[in-house]
């Protein structure tokens, strides 16, 4: 038996339903589907509306102060964050208006609220994104000192420009442009992170859907002797390890190494024990 590889009992084995694989329509009965017929349309324009509205409400706000950029950034920033810490309560409560309620549990993060964080989420579907902005209006002065990672096609969308302007970073997807990327994301963190005073960095390590990436993943896992995963895929390491090398802190012997200034930094980083992650010298916990 290989050891590296999963157990016997699970080699095999095949999971019937992915968890997002089924949509709610498929396990409704005719009257409900009857129902959500009819709300759906009337949800949809709801939401595009109330981003759209927003959208032209956020440039009205910021035109007044946009002498202010070069003048007094820290004015601009500030006033920037909060419109757009306002857009993610927008966001946030379209899964309220669907009848969920967001309850966290678990450790206290109230101690990283003024600190340099990386925060990795798993990535089940898109209520990921309202879900979390829902949750970062609890988080103070990381909620509008925050980078998001996003795929290239929600660029030009409400969200996407506004976005763009604060600093959010859209990833385009696809080996022929992975190392670019890589390069690219670099020089954006290096000219915003720390111009504008980030503080969360903001990434689903998976890089899509789990629905969609969860037989590739365990195929990936068994022919590289990864563990068996059933509820989260491999994590993609390539944006972690750049944002580390960019905004994470490092020692002396790295700092002599790779010749480029020492920061002050206090960045995170959010382990998933898996074999492809190991800690490094210069993360120095976790939270």
């Known amino acids: 038996m290989d050891p590296s590889g999963p157990p016997p009992f699970m080699t095999n084995r095949r999971i019937s339903h992915l968890p997002g694989a089924r949509s709610a329509v498929s396990q409704m009965n005719w009257k409900q589907r009857i129902i959500w017929a009819i709300k759906t349309p009337i949800r949809t324009l709801n939401c595009i509306s109330n981003v759209t509205v927003f959208f032209i409400a956020y440039f009205g706000f910021m035109f007044p102060v946009m002498w202010a950029k ?5 004015l601009y920033w500030f006033w920037e964050g909060k419109l757009y810490r306002w857009l993610q309560a927008f966001i946030g409560y379209w899964g309220y208006t669907a009848g969920y309620d967001v309850y966290e549990y678990g450790d206290d993060l109230s101690q990283c609220i003024n600190e340099r964080v990386l925060l990795m989420c798993n990535h089940q579907s898109t209520a990921d994104v309202p879900t979390l902005m829902a949750c970062l209006q609890s988080k103070g002065v990381a909620s509008r000192k925050t980078i998001w990672l996003m795929d290239q096609m929600f660029r030009w969308t409400p969200f996407g420009i506004i976005g763009n302007n604060h600093g959010d970073y859209f990833i385009q997807q696809g080996k022929s442009t992975r190392d670019k990327e890589l390069v690219r994301l670099k020089d954006h963190l290096k000219n915003v992170f720390w111009d504008r005073d980030r503080r969360w960095v903001i990434v689903f390590p998976e890089g899509g ?8 993943s365990q195929k990936y896992g068994r022919e590289n002797g990864f563990p068996h995963t059933e ?3 491999l994590p993609r390491m390539g944006a972690i390890k750049a944002i580390l090398e960019e905004v994470g802190p490092r020692d002396e012997e790295e700092e002599d190494f790779d010749k480029r200034p020492r920061t002050s930094s206090k960045l995170k980083l959010i382990k998933d024990t898996v074999g492809a992650i190991r800690e490094k010298k210069y993360v120095k916990g976790s939270c």
Do not use: L
């Open 70 to 74: 070069t003048v007094w950034p820290r």
């Open 209 to 216: 859907f789990y629905f969609k990436r969860i037989e590739s």
């Open 231 to 233: 509820y989260t895929t």
